[in-house]
T-cell receptor
Protein backbone atom coordinates (compact mmCIF):
# COMPACT_ATOMS: atom_id res chain seq x y z
CA UNK A 1 0.00 0.00 0.00
CA UNK A 2 1.94 3.02 -1.30
CA UNK A 3 -0.65 5.66 -0.32
CA UNK A 4 -0.28 8.76 -2.50
CA UNK A 5 2.55 8.84 -5.03
CA UNK A 6 3.77 11.75 -7.12
CA UNK A 7 6.10 12.01 -10.10
CA UNK A 8 8.52 13.57 -10.65
CA UNK A 9 10.14 14.50 -7.33
CA UNK A 10 12.13 17.36 -8.85
CA UNK A 11 11.80 19.32 -12.08
CA UNK A 12 13.47 22.36 -13.61
CA UNK A 13 11.70 24.16 -16.46
CA UNK A 14 12.39 27.18 -18.58
CA UNK A 15 9.79 29.93 -18.82
CA UNK A 16 7.15 28.97 -21.37
CA UNK A 17 7.71 25.23 -21.21
CA UNK A 18 4.89 22.89 -20.32
CA UNK A 19 4.77 19.85 -18.08
CA UNK A 20 2.40 17.55 -16.25
CA UNK A 21 2.69 16.48 -12.64
CA UNK A 22 1.30 13.02 -11.99
CA UNK A 23 -0.46 11.81 -8.87
CA UNK A 24 -1.91 8.42 -8.01
CA UNK A 25 -3.50 6.96 -4.89
CA UNK A 26 -4.23 3.36 -3.99
CA UNK A 27 -6.57 3.96 -1.06
CA UNK A 28 -9.77 3.93 -3.15
CA UNK A 29 -10.40 7.55 -2.15
CA UNK A 30 -13.06 9.58 -3.92
CA UNK A 31 -11.54 13.04 -3.58
CA UNK A 32 -8.16 14.31 -4.73
CA UNK A 33 -6.45 17.68 -4.40
CA UNK A 34 -3.50 19.69 -5.67
CA UNK A 35 -1.79 22.22 -3.37
CA UNK A 36 1.23 24.43 -3.73
CA UNK A 37 3.53 25.39 -0.89
CA UNK A 38 5.52 28.60 -1.02
CA UNK A 39 7.90 29.86 1.68
CA UNK A 40 6.00 31.58 4.46
CA UNK A 41 2.63 30.93 2.82
CA UNK A 42 1.61 27.49 4.04
CA UNK A 43 -0.28 25.29 1.56
CA UNK A 44 -2.84 26.69 -0.85
CA UNK A 45 -5.35 24.74 -2.88
CA UNK A 46 -5.00 24.89 -6.66
CA UNK A 47 -7.67 22.45 -7.88
CA UNK A 48 -9.59 19.56 -6.46
CA UNK A 49 -11.70 16.67 -7.68
CA UNK A 50 -14.56 15.65 -5.42
CA UNK A 51 -15.13 12.44 -7.37
CA UNK A 52 -14.18 10.78 -10.63
CA UNK A 53 -15.29 12.94 -13.54
CA UNK A 54 -15.47 16.24 -11.64
CA UNK A 55 -12.93 18.99 -11.05
CA UNK A 56 -13.20 22.42 -9.45
CA UNK A 57 -11.01 25.44 -8.90
CA UNK A 58 -9.45 26.16 -5.56
CA UNK A 59 -7.82 29.28 -4.21
CA UNK A 60 -5.02 29.73 -6.80
CA UNK A 61 -6.03 28.02 -10.10
CA UNK A 62 -4.63 30.51 -12.64
CA UNK A 63 -2.00 29.01 -14.94
CA UNK A 64 -2.97 25.40 -14.19
CA UNK A 65 -5.23 22.71 -15.59
CA UNK A 66 -6.13 19.35 -14.13
CA UNK A 67 -7.43 16.00 -15.30
CA UNK A 68 -9.05 13.32 -13.19
CA UNK A 69 -8.06 10.43 -15.40
CA UNK A 70 -9.81 7.79 -13.29
CA UNK A 71 -10.49 7.21 -9.62
CA UNK A 72 -6.79 6.63 -8.87
CA UNK A 73 -5.10 9.36 -10.88
CA UNK A 74 -5.23 13.16 -10.84
CA UNK A 75 -2.76 15.17 -12.92
CA UNK A 76 -1.78 18.84 -12.83
CA UNK A 77 -0.63 20.56 -16.01
CA UNK A 78 1.31 23.76 -16.46
CA UNK A 79 0.74 24.86 -20.07
CA UNK A 80 3.24 27.73 -20.10
CA UNK A 81 5.38 27.77 -16.98
CA UNK A 82 6.23 31.08 -15.30
CA UNK A 83 8.80 31.84 -12.57
CA UNK A 84 5.88 32.59 -10.21
CA UNK A 85 5.01 28.90 -10.41
CA UNK A 86 8.26 27.92 -8.74
CA UNK A 87 6.99 26.04 -5.71
CA UNK A 88 6.57 22.68 -4.05
CA UNK A 89 3.46 20.88 -5.26
CA UNK A 90 1.55 18.38 -3.16
CA UNK A 91 -1.16 16.00 -4.17
CA UNK A 92 -3.58 14.70 -1.54
CA UNK A 93 -6.55 12.40 -1.38
CA UNK A 94 -9.41 11.78 1.02
CA UNK A 95 -12.09 9.18 1.45
CA UNK A 96 -15.35 11.05 1.17
CA UNK A 97 -16.57 14.46 0.20
CA UNK A 98 -17.57 16.66 3.06
CA UNK A 99 -16.47 17.93 6.41
CA UNK A 100 -15.19 14.62 7.74
CA UNK A 101 -12.26 14.32 5.32
CA UNK A 102 -8.80 13.49 6.49
CA UNK A 103 -6.41 14.22 3.68
CA UNK A 104 -3.34 12.12 3.03
CA UNK A 105 -0.48 13.68 1.17
CA UNK A 106 2.07 12.59 -1.39
CA UNK A 107 5.79 13.34 -0.98
CA UNK A 108 5.68 16.51 -3.11
CA UNK A 109 7.31 17.76 -6.29
CA UNK A 110 9.81 20.59 -6.16
CA UNK A 111 9.43 22.65 -9.33
CA UNK A 112 11.79 25.42 -10.38
CA UNK A 113 10.96 27.67 -13.33
CA UNK A 114 13.89 29.67 -14.67
CA UNK B 1 -12.27 34.79 4.04
CA UNK B 2 -11.51 31.68 6.04
CA UNK B 3 -8.28 32.00 7.96
CA UNK B 4 -6.00 29.95 10.14
CA UNK B 5 -3.42 31.83 12.18
CA UNK B 6 -0.30 30.40 13.76
CA UNK B 7 1.24 33.24 15.73
CA UNK B 8 4.56 31.52 16.51
CA UNK B 9 6.82 31.27 13.44
CA UNK B 10 9.44 29.39 15.48
CA UNK B 11 9.52 27.52 18.77
CA UNK B 12 12.22 25.68 20.64
CA UNK B 13 11.98 22.98 23.30
CA UNK B 14 14.43 20.94 25.30
CA UNK B 15 14.36 17.21 24.75
CA UNK B 16 11.94 15.47 27.15
CA UNK B 17 10.16 18.74 27.93
CA UNK B 18 6.67 19.85 26.90
CA UNK B 19 5.83 22.47 24.29
CA UNK B 20 2.55 23.99 23.11
CA UNK B 21 1.97 25.33 19.60
CA UNK B 22 -0.83 27.85 19.13
CA UNK B 23 -3.47 28.08 16.43
CA UNK B 24 -6.60 30.16 15.98
CA UNK B 25 -9.09 29.83 13.15
CA UNK B 26 -12.16 31.41 11.67
CA UNK B 27 -15.09 29.45 10.26
CA UNK B 28 -18.83 30.00 9.95
CA UNK B 29 -19.56 26.27 10.10
CA UNK B 30 -21.00 24.78 13.27
CA UNK B 31 -19.57 21.36 12.51
CA UNK B 32 -16.08 20.95 11.12
CA UNK B 33 -12.73 19.28 11.62
CA UNK B 34 -9.37 20.67 12.66
CA UNK B 35 -6.00 19.10 11.98
CA UNK B 36 -2.36 19.33 12.91
CA UNK B 37 0.11 18.19 10.25
CA UNK B 38 3.85 17.69 10.71
CA UNK B 39 6.32 18.36 7.91
CA UNK B 40 9.85 17.12 8.64
CA UNK B 41 12.81 18.04 6.40
CA UNK B 42 11.82 15.19 4.11
CA UNK B 43 8.88 17.44 3.09
CA UNK B 44 6.30 14.72 3.65
CA UNK B 45 3.06 16.02 5.22
CA UNK B 46 2.13 13.72 8.09
CA UNK B 47 -1.15 13.85 9.96
CA UNK B 48 -0.50 14.27 13.68
CA UNK B 49 -3.96 14.63 15.13
CA UNK B 50 -7.48 15.69 14.24
CA UNK B 51 -10.39 17.07 16.24
CA UNK B 52 -14.09 16.90 15.47
CA UNK B 53 -15.67 20.20 16.44
CA UNK B 54 -18.80 18.54 17.80
CA UNK B 55 -16.77 16.56 20.32
CA UNK B 56 -16.05 18.32 23.60
CA UNK B 57 -13.29 15.89 24.54
CA UNK B 58 -9.85 16.94 23.37
CA UNK B 59 -8.17 14.55 20.94
CA UNK B 60 -5.06 12.66 22.04
CA UNK B 61 -2.55 10.59 20.11
CA UNK B 62 0.22 9.21 22.32
CA UNK B 63 2.44 12.20 23.24
CA UNK B 64 0.33 14.63 21.20
CA UNK B 65 -2.81 16.27 22.52
CA UNK B 66 -4.88 19.30 21.69
CA UNK B 67 -6.59 22.01 23.69
CA UNK B 68 -9.72 22.78 21.67
CA UNK B 69 -11.62 25.89 22.74
CA UNK B 70 -14.57 26.11 20.33
CA UNK B 71 -15.98 29.42 21.54
CA UNK B 72 -12.57 31.06 21.31
CA UNK B 73 -11.81 29.28 18.00
CA UNK B 74 -8.52 28.12 19.42
CA UNK B 75 -6.81 24.80 18.69
CA UNK B 76 -3.39 24.38 20.30
CA UNK B 77 -1.12 21.34 20.06
CA UNK B 78 0.76 20.05 23.09
CA UNK B 79 3.75 17.78 22.60
CA UNK B 80 4.83 15.99 25.76
CA UNK B 81 8.21 14.33 26.36
CA UNK B 82 9.61 15.99 23.22
CA UNK B 83 11.95 13.89 21.12
CA UNK B 84 14.57 14.87 18.55
CA UNK B 85 12.35 13.37 15.86
CA UNK B 86 9.63 15.90 16.67
CA UNK B 87 11.70 18.66 15.08
CA UNK B 88 9.70 19.80 12.05
CA UNK B 89 7.30 22.39 10.68
CA UNK B 90 3.86 22.03 12.18
CA UNK B 91 0.80 23.21 10.29
CA UNK B 92 -2.62 23.80 11.72
CA UNK B 93 -5.50 23.35 9.25
CA UNK B 94 -9.24 23.75 9.25
CA UNK B 95 -11.87 22.67 6.78
CA UNK B 96 -13.00 25.26 4.28
CA UNK B 97 -16.68 26.02 4.10
CA UNK B 98 -17.45 27.90 0.90
CA UNK B 99 -19.35 26.63 -2.13
CA UNK B 100 -18.96 22.98 -2.90
CA UNK B 101 -15.42 22.68 -1.63
CA UNK B 102 -16.31 21.87 1.93
CA UNK B 103 -13.66 19.19 2.21
CA UNK B 104 -10.75 21.45 1.32
CA UNK B 105 -8.28 22.48 3.97
CA UNK B 106 -7.11 25.94 4.89
CA UNK B 107 -3.61 25.90 6.33
CA UNK B 108 -1.81 28.24 8.66
CA UNK B 109 1.67 29.42 7.77
CA UNK B 110 3.33 26.95 10.08
CA UNK B 111 5.48 26.87 13.20
CA UNK B 112 9.03 25.60 12.98
CA UNK B 113 9.81 23.50 16.04
CA UNK B 114 13.40 22.86 17.09
CA UNK B 115 14.26 20.25 19.72
CA UNK B 116 17.48 20.74 21.68
CA UNK B 117 19.32 17.67 23.03
Amino acid sequence: NAGVTQTPKFQVLKTGQSMTLQCAQDMNHNSMYWYRQDPGMGLRLIYYSASEGTTDKGEVPNGYNVSRLNKREFSLRLESAAPSQTSVYFCASSGIQGLTDTQYFGPGTRLTVL
Amino acid sequence: AQTVTQSQPEMSVQEAETVTLSCTYDTSESDYYLFWYKQPPSRQMILVIRQEAYKQQNATENRFSVNFQKAAKSFSLKISDSQLGDAAMYFCASVRDYGGSQGNLIFGKGTKLSVKP
